[in-house]
């Protein structure tokens, strides 16, 4: 897996890596499909019925190890979340509509 480059001249972003991000993208609703076997006390069920990875009070997935800011779970996450490419098209999104969100709060 390669790692995304930027171009500083152009004014792109700092290269995308999990370590240099506070791990939005565990912030996000995770939906369970068949297949996805977490343990059992990281699923909750959404408004509709639906499993889901469940939250903390903090709003972080259940699974995440807030001193490492990693998964605890990480060989059984769920599919979702393997196909969530750090560097990819929905984590720039996510990334870009998290700053957005911190710059409108300062």
């Known amino acids: 897996m390669s790692t995304p480059t930027t171009d500083a001249a152009a004014g792109q972003s700092p290269a995308v890596t999990c370590s240099n991000c506070p791990?939005?993208?565990?912030?996000?609703?995770?939906?369970?499909?068949?297949?996805?076997?977490?343990?059992?006390?990281?699923?909750?069920l959404d408004e509709d019925g639906q499993e889901i990875m469940g939250k903390g009070d903090d709003g972080w997935c259940a699974a995440l190890d807030r001193d490492a800011m990693?998964?605890?779970?990480?060989?059984?996450?769920?599919?979702?979340c393997r196909e969530f490419a750090m560097g990819g098209g929905d984590c720039i999104d996510e990334r870009e509509k998290w700053r957005r969100i911190a710059v409108s709060l300062r």
Do not use: N
């Open 23 to 44: 791990a939005i993208c565990c912030q996000l609703k995770v939906i369970l499909i068949a297949g996805d076997d977490p343990p059992q006390h990281f699923i909750d």
């Open 70 to 80: 990693r998964c605890s779970i990480y060989e059984r996450r769920p599919f979702v």
